[in-house]
């Protein structure tokens, strides 16, 4: 008797437990519960302690209010120009109804995702391959649109789509390295021959400029030589009329001066006879004889037929 009356305190106790335990749900930070009795939606349990009818409430989904991040695998899509190409996508979403979430749709993960690779067909369809490597952006921006207005039924938020990766087909990707390495090709040959030419340019400016200069140069040096040969001509010109030299020192610097004037391949010097001499000058000699001034008696003198007289004057 004692040990069925203690099985039953057991069973009771256990049954008590098990009661206790099933009416007290606590319920973490950001995590909502929809809660079903007898088959039917109830309410929705919010974070913190929360209790229920034990064996009469249940509850049906755990969903997760943070924002996911999903990366759907690569999806073959063909642009305008029947080319195959392989898109990533990265999709970020929350959940913001739990209860649409739960009975709108049996697998809403599974429906963004079936609705995100129909919608990149379509886009991707109507642009060419050049178009769609270079409008990342356009194509998040029609994604985003989509996929959040036909979501929101589902009480899902789309919040972001990125396109991972557009990866071409291999042979393509060899045709757009050729054509990238050509184009740097001609830009690099591009920037060498303009690098060249004003290399030359300059070069051209430099000469010119240090032609201009070396002629200014020379002038201010022919001017300045010429200037001071001039103010040497004047200063020994007036030296030589304040000094009024005789005849003899202006013969003697004459026969100074005859190596000089000898010194040179163009120059040719005549040397006449006594005779000549005094055949050419007799008749002045003659004319001058008669003018009494000294002077004129002095050049008479040194043009008379003795070869003694014409030495004494030099």
């Known amino acids: 008797m004692n040990v069925v009356i203690g099985l039953l305190i057991f069973v009771i106790a256990m049954f008590a437990v098990i009661t206790l335990v099933r009416s007290v749900r606590i319920v973490p930070q950001q995590r ?8 039917k ?4 349990l919010n974070p913190g302690l929360n209790l229920l009818v034990p064996f009469v409430d249940a509850v049906r989904t ?3 209010m943070r924002e996911q991040v999903v990366s759907f695998p690569p999806q073959p899509v063909i642009t305008s120009d029947n080319l195959v190409v392989s898109i990533d996508t990265v999709l970020y979403f929350k959940v913001v109804d739990p ?4 009975y709108e749709i049996a697998n809403f993960l599974q429906a963004i995702e079936q609705l995100t690779v129909t919608t990149l067909r379509n886009v991707i369809g109507s ?4 178009r769609a490597l270079t409008s990342r952006e356009e194509i998040n921006r029609h994604l985003s649109g989509v996929l959040d207005e036909t979501t929101g039924r589902w009480g899902v938020k789309v919040t972001r789509v990125e396109i991972k990766a557009i990866e071409p087909p291999p042979s393509i990707r060899d045709s757009m ?3 990238m390495r050509a184009e740097r090709d001609r830009r690099a040959a591009i920037l060498t021959a303009e690098g060249v030419k004003q290399s030359q340019i300059l070069t051209a400016e430099g000469d010119k400029q240090s032609a201009v200069l070396r002629a200014d140069g020379d002038r201010q040096a022919r001017i300045l030589t010429a200037e001071g040969q001039a103010k040497a001509i004047r200063t020994v010109f007036n030296a030589i009329h304040e000094a009024n030299p005789s005849q003899k020192v202006l013969a003697y610097q004459y026969l100074q001066a005859l190596p000089q004037i000898a010194n040179g391949t163009a120059n040719k010097v005549w040397i006449a006879s006594k005779t000549v001499l005094i055949a050419f000058a007799w008749p002045s000699a003659w004319r001058m004889r008669d003018d009494r001034s000294p002077s004129a008696r002095r050049t008479a003198a040194c043009f008379s037929p003795s070869a003694v007289r014409m030495f004494a004057c030099l």
Request: neutral net charge.
């Open 127 to 130: 642009l060419d391959l050049e």
């Open 32 to 39: 909502m519960d929809v809660v079903e009795r007898l088959g």
């Open 99 to 102: 209860v649409r979430a739960t």
């Open 62 to 64: 755990k969903v997760d």
């Open 41 to 44: 939606y109830k309410r929705t």
């Open 177 to 179: 390295e050729k054509q």
